[in-house]
């Protein structure tokens, strides 16, 4: 968090959220390149009366969807994910105009997505959400981001990035070969993706 970009970067939000109005921050990069644990830390910075974390991944499509078909050999790529739930949620975050609404969060532990985990009151000014696709130049991802107020971009380096991704893969359930094999494999032609996005993102934040 103390990068030059980093320190603009929260200042600028600072500024945003003093005018009072709910900021909807998304934190994009492909896998494996820190998005989470920026969340994370910059609902630590605000504290959870200021901030919550919604993670684009509570709307990974259920195994019980894709097991079977092609889609499970590709988990995570764009087309596994159920887009216009995710868009309906931030509608509603954005409109600010329920007591609370409940998001979806991912268990890592059982690869599933589970319902109604994360609550944002509205109380609550700035709502992070981080995954994936938030820049994809797709008709209806093109409507996720304009829901966002802003979007900031990882720039991991990516032996770095594929280190963390692999060693994620083996503390979940992967033996190493495996992981290696997924990471190497489904997880970098996403981020191939991911990474044609980045000069649409408003602000670049280098791993530090």
Do not use: C
């Not at 596994?80 to 600010?96: C, E, H, I, K, P």
């Not at 991991?156 to 979940?172: E, G, I, M, Q, S």
Request: glycine fraction near 8%; proline fraction near 8%; charged fraction near 25%.
């Amino acid at each position: 968090m103390d990068s030059p970009e980093m320190r603009q970067a929260l200042a600028a939000l600072r500024l945003r959220l003093d005018g009072g109005q709910r900021t909807l921050l998304g934190i994009a990069g492909p896998p494996g390149s820190g998005k989470s644990t920026l969340a994370a830390r910059l609902q630590q910075q605000f504290g959870p009366d200021l901030a919550v974390v919604v993670p684009m991944d509570g709307f990974h499509l259920g195994n019980a969807i894709i097991d079977g078909t092609p889609l499970r050999q590709r988990k995570g790529a764009i087309d596994t994910f159920d887009v216009g739930g995710y868009l309906s949620l931030l509608q509603r975050l954005a409109r600010r105009d329920e007591p609370v609404v409940y998001a979806p969060d991912f268990r890592r532990q059982l690869d599933e997505p589970v319902a109604a985990s994360i609550a944002v009151p509205a109380s609550v000014p700035l709502v992070i959400t981080e995954g994936n696709y938030l820049l994809a130049d797709h008709p209806v991802w093109r409507r996720v981001r304009a829901e966002l107020d802003e979007v900031w971009f990882m720039d991991t380096p990516p032996d770095l990035r594929l280190a963390r991704l692999v060693d994620r893969h083996v503390r979940f359930g992967m033996n190493r070969p495996a992981a290696e094999d997924w990471a190497g494999g489904s997880d970098e032609a996403n981020a191939r993706l991911i990474e044609s996005t980045r000069s649409a993102a408003d602000r670049i934040i280098p791993w530090s």
